[in-house]
């Protein structure tokens, strides 16, 4: 104890600059990682703990220097410049030998700390909703969302459609910009959770959407790839008369055929059904044998979807077109005026 008083001197508070410092401070379980604590002049005794357990000790008047365990730690030091310089050595990382690392000189408050931390490699990201989804066109959805495994340093996480080429990469779009990430932090490491803002259009069709994960040590896909879906309201119909795109209105001649076509696009495929002023009938082509003056009036072709959007009430949409049909008589003035027209 005398010893020791006289090599620090009886003052206690006097101001000395100590710098420990490491080049990474998350590292590999096994790693060898070598710290180097730099002491200002003087007749210094230096220890350096461990979480505040001494694991190393340097006595520079005596110039001697030793580490608690031999097998796990190693120590040496230099003076360059009058500034003493320590080295010590983790051979190779454990989990037990993470924390923080102090390098202080005894009986003052002189002192510099370093926390090493463990690296765990993300091993897994785990997407949801996992299989195909329908979406709205133009209809802004949050439903997706990647979720981390534990890693150290903070897992990434990003976005990308497949541009419809499935297991070809160099094409994909990252989309990373339309997402916001969490951290979830714990002794054991970090936990990432990134949730997707999306407003997909028609393009989108039959794409794949998936994202990544890494955190130094490669990429990891998510365990899922759902498909997008979008759906389409049923289009405004348009009706053919014999591949003619008929328009407003129709005039037939009674005892001839009458075919029309009704034709709607949509995701789902729209039903078509056709309404007359003596009956209705779910087909996209309405054929009347022998038509008749009697059904002549206001011809409705109605196309009709259910859309069912994931995550959502289902819901029923429909749109028609009205198409105003005469059936005139043969022997009609009117027929014969048109006979005329149509002779001339």
Known sequence: MVLLMLLIGSDTSYSCD??????????????RVAMTCKVCPGNSIVKINLTGMQIADYWKPLNFYSVTNTSAYSISTDILNNISHIYLTVLSLTKDQAGTYTCQIVGTQNQSSVTLLYAVPVNYVEM??????????????????????TGRP???????????????????????TLASSITNSSASGDTTTSHLTFTPSTDDHGQMLYCNVSNGYGQIMSNTTPLIEILRLPSKPVIFHNANLVNGSITV?????????CVSEGNPNPTITWITPSFSR???????????????????????????????????????TLLSTEVISFFSSTASSRMQDWKF
């Open 18 to 31: 100590v710098s420990l410092t490491t080049e990474r401070t998350t590292v590999e379980l096994g790693s």
């Open 128 to 149: 949801i909703p996992r299989d195909k989804v329908s979406l709205l066109n133009n209809v802004t959805t949050n439903m997706f969302s990647c979720t981390s495994s």
């Open 154 to 176: 903070t897992p990434v996480i990003r976005w990308y459609t497949d541009n419809k080429t499935p297991g070809y990469y160099a094409d994909d779009s990252d989309i990373t």
């Open 253 to 261: 001649m009674e005892n001839k055929t009458l075919s029309l076509n």
């Open 282 to 320: 779910s087909t996209p082509v309405l054929t009347i044998t022998n038509i008749q003056t009697n059904d002549t009036g206001m011809y409705t072709c109605r196309a009709n979807s259910t859309l069912s959007p994931t995550n959502s009430i289902p819901f029923e949409n429909n749109i028609t």
